[in-house]
């Protein structure tokens, strides 16, 4: 199994940053890649970005394309999404997910609010 623990989320003002932080533990090995999904409230859950175990592939939904860069350090065992130029619309619980031949983990969650 794979446990994931999300953090970085919080409230800031329309055009600013965020970095949330998605740390592994577990059956690190299992994962093949891993990604980031948000649902805003009464809304479904929407893929946000994935990246492959090396890194090397990265894919964005067109609504946070050029604005959100997911990255990885394996040391760490963590991904990261960096959020940039944030909107109202991107507020939402973000939700990590590791993607395994057996299943997939999702972490807990964390919110990000994006007002003034």
């Known amino acids: 199994q794979v446990q994931l623990v999300e953090s970085g989320g919080g409230l800031v003002q329309p055009g600013g940053s965020l970095r949330l932080s998605c740390a592994a533990s577990g059956s690190i090995s299992s994962i093949s890649a891993m990604g980031w999904y948000r649902q805003a409230p009464g809304k479904e859950r929407e893929w946000v970005a994935s990246?492959?175990?090396?890194?090397?592939?990265?894919s964005y939904a067109d609504s946070v394309k050029d604005r959100f860069t997911i990255s990885r350090d394996n040391l760490k065992n963590t991904a990261y999404l960096r959020m940039n130029s944030l909107k109202p619309e991107d507020t939402a619980v973000y939700y990590c997910?590791?993607?395994?031949?057996?299943?997939?983990?999702w972490g807990q969650g964390t919110q990000v609010t994006v007002s003034s």
């Open positions: 997910v590791a993607f395994t031949g057996r299943g997939d983990y």
């Open positions: 990246i492959t175990t090396g890194g090397s592939t990265t």
